[in-house]
């Protein structure tokens, strides 16, 4: 099997399931118990909590576990939203995941919250010239992914972050794609509230990271025993929180070197497939600004459209469209031939919709329906991309051979 679906989901490191072994066994304590037991499993929350903010630069007190990206997102958008006093108006891109959108349409739906929807361009890109427009004296909070699930787009954060803070609104970014692969200094980055995933990184399904910086008033979502500084509540995932700590750590260790082998690899298998299958429509960025560098966003001093930030893109993702195939029909074929992928994102259950990011970035709704996306791991390797683009090739002749 080669495995091509790492955006969807990432195996347990052997490492990660060794720190968490102790956890889940002898240690098994409840961080909120008065004996030796409870003791030693808060001890060990607050080592992981230190953990994930020494690798995001920010305080361990910044630090919210949870379940998850979408719990992550859920907080972020629904705790600071309610607890900011400004207004009713919320400012979000047209590619975010659907934890991201039904948030905010939740906002829009239950608590009369306005939402404008920042358009992108063909490449999956925000205009920082549109964002600024966008924000107003009663705008609560931006929330604007950092790297797209589905065609890796990477969008100005930084940038974006500045603007924010010129006008006084917060702003929350999805970085699930992104870690592991872009910088999480969120010092550096400027921005006040940052989702995780653990599975994305090599850490179990079920835990994530909110990471919401202090100063900013946060109105729970889950309400209970006032755990997590009252900001979520619930008996905390101990084992999960430290195997997420860990394996954030070992995603930092090595990333930006990583970050370029894997970008050389991709660009490589990308060339490979145009040339076997010349009908391939690669959708995203284009390839130049990934290999530009993964952290290269201008900052957003002087004109907007002047710093208009280089086209960048995930340096693990390659998303293609095979018109007159269907993205299901190839998915079948590369599956016999051993190679997991995924026709567009595997992130809403059995959804058989249109993505709502290939049509926002101007792609035929028919076309849309013929879409795979590979995303690559750190462990993915030449010979693997070689094989597989090969079986692309199989596989599309024999979905067409079909449809003809
Ligand atoms: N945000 C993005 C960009 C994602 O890709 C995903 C999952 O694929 C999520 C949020 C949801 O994360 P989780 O599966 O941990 O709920």
């Known amino acids: 099997m080669i495995f091509l679906d790492s955006a969807a989901t990432t195996p347990v490191r052997r490492e990660v399931l060794e720190a968490m072994w102790p956890l889940l066994t002898g240690d098994f304590g409840n961080p909120s118990s008065h004996h030796e037991l409870g003791e030693s499993a808060k001890r060990a929350l607050d080592a992981a909590r230190t953990s994930v903010a020494a690798s995001l630069g920010c305080r361990a007190s910044d630090v919210v576990f949870t379940s998850g990206g979408t719990e992550s997102d859920n907080l972020a958008i629904k705790g600071l939203a309610?607890?900011?006093?400004?207004?009713?108006?919320?400012?979000?891109?047209?590619?975010?995941?659907?934890?991201?959108?039904?948030?905010?349409d939740y906002l829009a739906r239950i608590h009369d919250f306005e939402v404008t929807v920042l358009p992108v361009d063909a490449q999956g890109l925000i205009n920082l010239d549109q964002a600024r427009d966008a924000l107003r004296p009663d705008t609560t909070l931006c929330t604007v992914m950092y790297a797209n699930n589905e065609i890796g787009a990477v969008q100005p954060i930084a940038a974006l972050a500045e603007l924010c803070r010129a006008h006084g609104v917060p702003l929350h970014t999805d970085a699930v794609q992104a870690a592991g692969w872009l910088s999480l200094d969120v010092a550096g980055l400027g921005i006040d509230a940052l989702s995780l995933s653990g599975h994305k990184l090599g850490a179990p399904k079920g835990i994530g990271v909110l990471m919401v910086k202090g100063?900013?008033?946060?109105e729970p979502v889950l309400h209970g025993g006032g755990q997590e500084r009252g900001k979520r509540s619930g008996t905390e995932n101990v084992a999960g929180a430290v195997g997420f700590a860990h394996a954030l750590a070992l995603a930092e260790t090595d990333r930006a070197e990583r970050a370029v082998r894997i970008a050389q690899l991709r660009d490589d298998f990308v060339a490979d497939v145009l040339a076997r299958v010349p009908a391939a429509i690669f959708t995203g960025p284009a390839l130049a600004g990934a290999q530009a560098g993964a952290d290269s966003h201008a900052r957003a001093d002087g004109d907007a459209s002047a710093r208009t930030p280089t086209p960048t893109r995930l340096p693990n993702n390659a998303s293609f469209c095979f018109p007159g195939t269907s993205g299901e029909s190839l998915l079948l074929e590369l599956g016999r031939a051993g190679v997991i992928c995924s026709a567009g994102s595997a992130c809403a259950v059995g959804s058989d919709d249109v993505s709502h990011v290939l049509t926002a970035i101007g792609i035929d709704e028919a076309i849309a329906q013929t879409a795979v996306r590979f995303s690559l791991s750190g462990d993915t390797t030449a010979e693997q991309?070689?094989?597989?683009?090969?079986?692309?090739e199989t596989a599309y002749r024999a979905v067409r051979s079909l449809s003809q």
């Open 385 to 392: 991309l070689a094989t597989v683009a090969a079986e692309i």
């Open 215 to 218: 100063r900013r008033s946060l």
């Open 82 to 104: 309610l607890a900011e006093p400004r207004g009713r108006h919320i400012v979000t891109s047209a590619i975010e995941h659907e934890a991201v959108l039904e948030s905010v």
